[in-house]
């Protein structure tokens, strides 16, 4: 359907106040199989916070990896090839991304391994504190589905009217589709991150892990204000966000072989 829009408007058959770009360049339809495949991401976040919060997080970071790519196939239209490559903005920030992508599932893959190592056994996983914990999760992945469903359609269909539709020359900012419904999704994972540290004290009080919940609070705001940044600032936030995580984790998990 993507490109289908993409080849009336440059037929001329239709014609449509294209603010984003997307409807210029075939290339540009790679864009819109992504944003299914982030949005089954936030389908499967909900799925594992009552499973594991280590999980839970991983899969923020596959969500903001894969905006990331995303963005990558959307600027891919916008490349200008020349011999002075590092001297056009557009071409040093896809060489940026490209470089930032590799680094982000390599930190990813380092994250999982330390998940794996430092999980719980089933015998810790049945103790009542431990299901209660669980129980409360549920609960919060629960009340979420709705919400950002409400959220998604909300917010997709505000920015197709602001690009699309709207013919008023007082709407100058249209929102960068890379931060549509994902910028107020990461302000509510603040939110229910700093619940689960609060919620984690009816199971544990242990120093290592009241560090690592915030530590993840902390990764998730660093994601957050990622989206009101550009450029190479953008990518070191989100770089760093993750770094942050795998390395608190890391810590944490050396804290858990010295009470063992």
């Keep these: 359907m993507h490109l289908l829009l993409i080849g009336l408007v440059n037929l001329n058959v239709i014609s449509v106040n294209d603010q984003s770009k997307l409807l210029t360049n075939p290339i540009s339809a790679i864009y819109t199989p992504f944003s299914f495949i982030l949005i089954y991401e936030v389908y499967l976040l909900l799925y594992y916070l009552p499973r594991s919060t280590s999980i839970y997080i991983g899969k923020q970071y596959e969500i903001i990896s894969l905006i990331v790519i995303r963005r990558i196939f959307k600027d891919l239209s916008n490349l200008e090839f020349s011999t002075n490559w590092f001297s056009i903005k557009n071409d040093i920030l896809f060489s940026g991304d490209l470089v930032a992508i590799l680094i982000m599932f390599l930190l990813i893959f380092l994250f999982y391994k330390l998940v ?4 719980m056994s089933e015998i810790e996983i049945k103790k009542p504190e431990i299901l209660q914990f669980i129980d409360l999760k549920k609960a919060i992945a629960t009340l979420l589905v709705p919400f950002f469903l409400i959220l998604s359609i909300y917010s997709l269909g505000h920015w197709m009217y602001e690009s699309f539709f709207s013919f008023s020359k007082i709407v100058t900012d249209i929102k960068d589709i890379n931060k549509i419904f994902f ?11 700093v ?39 953008n990518i070191v936030l989100i770089v760093a966000a993750i770094a942050f995580g795998v390395i608190i984790l890391k810590i944490h998990n050396l804290y858990e072989k010295i009470e063992k």
């Design 116 to 119: 794996k190592d430092g999980s």
């Design 195 to 233: 619940l689960l540290l609060l919620f984690s004290f009816l199971h544990s009080d242990k120093f290592n892990k009241v560090i690592r919940n915030s530590g993840f609070i902390i990764s998730t705001i660093l994601i957050k204000l990622s989206f009101g940044t550009e450029g190479i600032l």
């Design 183 to 193: 910028d107020d999704f990461f302000t509510i994972l603040i939110l229910v991150d």
